[in-house]
């Protein structure tokens, strides 16, 4: 069907086949998934996959290349239909790559992404256990004060220079149906600049962290919270600012890049339990109740801390080993 397609349209000849091909594949996958899902009577609002509409003016332009459609020659790519990009090199590929994507983020900048297999980088045992609970006042809480993850607040301090852009735009907004004016453009681009920056700041504390953690544990517990339904809560800003979906999925990659055990923890009554005698309150503690207090046993700790100790509970793990006093497969004896 693109064959016959490239021949009754001269725009669509005039682009490479490989990457029409690879759009209709990717469109082809989300369709199967979206009939699976109706198939098996998933609400709408939780399908995922289908593909959403954009209009010409708001889709960025994104270019998937399969190995017969690039090459790599001179530190230069070669795309298909002789295309030659010079690529500033982040840094050296590990292994022959598969595929490419060529993409333009909201501020015009062009990035090429390659797909190689992924080597495992072992880093020595620790004999060490660590549970992580996830927050809004903290991002992340663990067993252990020197591995907490403060709120960084990148958001926050630079709240007052998007307002400013957000601003710029409003007074200098087309009407209906006419192009953006020079400064209208302008002031676009500094916001898509100044929210760029943010992600990178987040994405930056995130992997930092995530390599601090990973470096010095062998097993990690981590809570398996998914924020989405905070968007709806009062908390949506500060949760957003927190990027806690970030910080998760840079501890996994960072876990799985160096062999590490990480074990995710339904976030079920995670608050509610006790982590010493495993007791369950019969109230759900407030957003305001910062201390935990167990009625069974009286063990007073904070909130988060227990919860980062009750995954680790979860996850089949000795809790004493967080501080390095026993292996992490010992198991908790009771004293005679």
């Known amino acids: 069907m693109l064959t016959e397609a490239r021949a009754r349209t001269p725009w669509l000849r005039e682009g490479s086949s490989v990457p029409q091909q690879q759009v209709i594949r990717d469109f082809g996958r989300s369709r199967a998934k979206a009939q699976k899902d109706i198939a098996e009577r998933v ?16 889709a960025l332009p994104t270019l998937n290349y399969t190995r017969c459609g690039f090459r790599l020659k ?40 390659f797909v190689v297999p992924a080597h495992i980088q072992p880093l020595p045992e620790t004999g060490r256990v660590l549970g992580v609970d996830w927050g809004v006042k903290e991002t992340a809480t663990t067993t252990s004060d020197a591995y907490d993850l403060p709120h960084a607040e990148h958001g926050r301090k630079s709240r007052a220079k998007l307002g400013r852009y957000d601003r710029m ?25 100044a929210h760029k920056k943010v992600a990178r700041q987040r994405e930056d504390t995130g992997r930092k962290w995530a390599k601090k953690v990973v470096r010095d544990h062998d097993v990690i517990a981590v809570e398996d919270f998914r924020p989405r339904f905070l968007a709806k809560s009062t908390m949506a800003r500060k949760a957003a600012d927190a990027a806690i979906g970030a910080t998760k999925a840079a501890l996994i990659e960072m876990g799985r890049k160096h062999g590490r055990d990480i074990r995710l923890v339904h976030p079920a009554h995670t608050t509610m339990d006790c982590a010493h005698c495993d007791a369950r309150a019969k109230h759900a503690l407030p957003l305001g109740e910062r201390t ?45």
């Open 43 to 58: 609400p709408v609002a939780r399908r995922a996959g289908m593909p959403k509409w954009k209009t010409k003016h708001e």
């Open 74 to 113: 001179g530190g230069r790519l070669h795309l298909a239909g002789g295309i030659v990009v010079t690529v500033v090199w982040s840094r050296e590929l590990s292994a022959e790559p598969s595929s490419v994507r060529v993409y333009q983020d909201s501020i015009g900048h062009w990035y090429c992404s």
């Open 169 to 193: 735009m409003a007074r200098r907004k087309p009407k209906k149906g006419r192009l953006g004016s020079k400064g209208y453009r302008e002031a676009k681009k500094l916001r898509a600049k």
């Open 292 to 336: 935990y207090t167990c009625t069974t046993c009286g063990t007073v700790t904070p909130r988060d801390k227990n919860s980062a100790r009750v995954m680790l509970v979860r996850a089949g793990l000795n809790p004493a080993g967080a501080d390095g006093g026993r292996p992490p497969g010992a198991l908790l004896q009771e004293a005679a």
